[in-house]
């Protein structure tokens, strides 16, 4: 198994574009994670979808970032309009009852 | 979920045993207590978790109180390729889909 998959692996953008961050979990894995990572706040939860159900986005910041699960197998986290402290490490992470397995991260910039 | 609290930095020497405290005075009957570590511009990865009794696996043990209020993990014979940032965390296995929080961790260095 290619273990849990993230698209870019990079990505800079200016303030007000809009950025979308992919993730494919490991087949067979029913929850699937969105973290986000920064030197002042640590890694934070997001949102975690349940069966490609968002089950928890409490700690999902602002109206501007979005998160969807269409499918078993791909789950995007949107921000619309991005802002330069979103600059970050967004994690994927997905479950499968003993421990989370965790994708190597998008490292967004945004100017 | 309980919280818990790990020294912020800890060091070690390359060869010798690392023993990294946690404590979660708060957990309740049905928590496990789990280890993540986070290499640095990784992803977190899991260790190892525990319920009340002494777990060992080929990354690590983990040594439980026997009142669970701390915990001791133990990297027997650590290499550089251990130098991270290390997470305890307690909660119900499998409750929420496996809903992780993350803490500060304890960074542990590894020296020659």
């Known amino acids: 198994d290619a273990g849990v998959i993230q698209s870019p692996r990079h990505e800079v953008t200016e303030m007000g574009q809009e950025v979308t961050l992919r993730c494919k979990p490991i087949s067979g894995h029913n929850s699937l994670f969105w973290y986000r990572q920064t030197m002042m706040r640590g890694l934070e939860l997001l949102i975690y979808f349940n069966n490609n159900v968002p089950i928890d986005d409490s700690g999902m910041p602002e109206d501007r970032f979005s998160a969807k699960m269409p499918n078993a197998s791909f789950s995007t986290l949107k921000i619309q309009p991005s802002e330069p402290r979103d600059s970050a490490v967004y994690f994927c992470?997905?479950?499968?009852?003993?421990?989370?397995?965790f994708g190597p991260g998008t490292r967004l910039t945004v100017l | 979920d309980a919280k818990t609290t790990q020294p912020p930095s800890m060091d070690c020497a390359e060869g010798r045993a690392a023993n990294l405290p946690c404590n979660h005075s708060t957990i309740s009957g049905n928590e496990y207590v789990y280890w993540y570590r986070q290499i640095h511009s990784q992803g977190p990865q899991y260790i190892i978790h525990g319920l009340k009794n002494n777990e060992t696996n080929e990354m690590a043990s983990l040594i439980i109180t026997e009142d669970r209020k701390s915990s001791t993990l133990i990297l027997p014979h650590a290499t550089l390729r251990d130098t991270a940032v290390y997470y305890c965390?307690?909660?119900?296995?499998?409750?929420?889909?496996?809903?992780?929080?993350f803490g500060q961790g304890t960074e542990l260095s590894v020296k020659p």
């Open positions: 992470a997905s479950f499968d009852y003993n421990e989370q397995f």
């Open positions: 965390i307690v909660r119900v296995r499998g409750d929420q889909g496996g809903k992780l929080i």
